[in-house]
Antibody, heavy 126, light 112 residues
């Protein structure tokens, strides 16, 4: 079955960096676009970033643009999120999620997120 | 401030029917983009509940249904059960300058 497992979260000081990973299994990873979505403590969901199945297109929310970088290694079935210049407001559980359809146009405005990983907590605090 | 507006909370007794609304604008739902719904049980990751406005993934009970009209969408849950107590989120796409995939603020469903 499709499985997404995030790792790499932790506590980091403001201004610091962290890299999240999302290990994928149970499907042909190189055929699907992937997303990062975050949820601050007690708050709602916020889409963060998207990468096309082949890595050629990337999109970011304004709140993280120029600070976060999404990437993927299709040979390792792994998605990444490099987070730099972290702020207190970046504190959240970060989920990776899969596009529902392979080889989707980029971006596909009709797509949804399924499934989601279990999440990785990032806490930015001094 | 979420791009899509949901009521913060709704409640109902077991067996009752509840409706959760999701209101957008001409740059998202009103532009014709689909609405999708997710259920988030306490302490867990969101799970897809409805996709493409009204389609249920396999395994989702037919007590859950979705619809869309104009700039709004609705999730209806009939025959409410205790295990339905969760947070529910709508999601669509926004074509404005800073838009991409957007969520509602979430609705906490309490089963009385």
């Amino acid at each position: 079955q499709v499985q997404l497992v995030e790792s790499g979260g932790g506590v980091v000081q403001p201004g610091g960096s962290l890299r999240l990973s999302c290990a994928a299994s149970g499907f042909t990873f190189s055929s699907y676009g992937m997303h990062w979505v975050r949820q601050a403590p007690g708050k709602g969901l916020e889409w963060v970033a998207f990468i096309r199945y082949d890595g050629s297109n990337k999109y970011y929310a304004d709140s993280v643009k120029a600070r976060f970088t999404i990437s993927r290694d299709n040979s390792k079935n792994t998605l990444y999120l490099q987070m730099n210049s972290l702020r207190a407001e970046d504190t959240a559980v970060y989920y990776c999620a899969k596009d529902p359809v392979g080889y989707s146009s980029s971006p596909d405005p009709y797509n949804w997120f399924d499934p989601w990983g279990q999440g990785s907590l990032v806490s930015v605090s001094s | 401030q979420s791009v899509l507006t949901q009521p913060p909370s709704v409640s109902g007794a077991p067996g009752q029917r509840v409706t959760i609304s999701c209101t957008g604008s001409s740059s998202n739902i009103g532009a014709g983009y689909d609405v999708h719904w997710y259920q988030q049980l306490p302490g867990t990751a969101p799970k897809l509940l409805i996709y493409g406005n009204s389609n249920r993934p396999s395994g989702v009970p037919d007590r859950f249904s979705g619809s869309k009209s104009g700039t709004s969408a609705s999730l209806v849950i009939t025959g409410l059960q205790a295990e339905d107590e969760a947070d529910y989120y709508c999601q669509s796409y926004d074509s404005s300058l800073s838009g991409f995939w957007v969520f509602g603020g979430g609705t906490k469903l309490t089963v009385l």
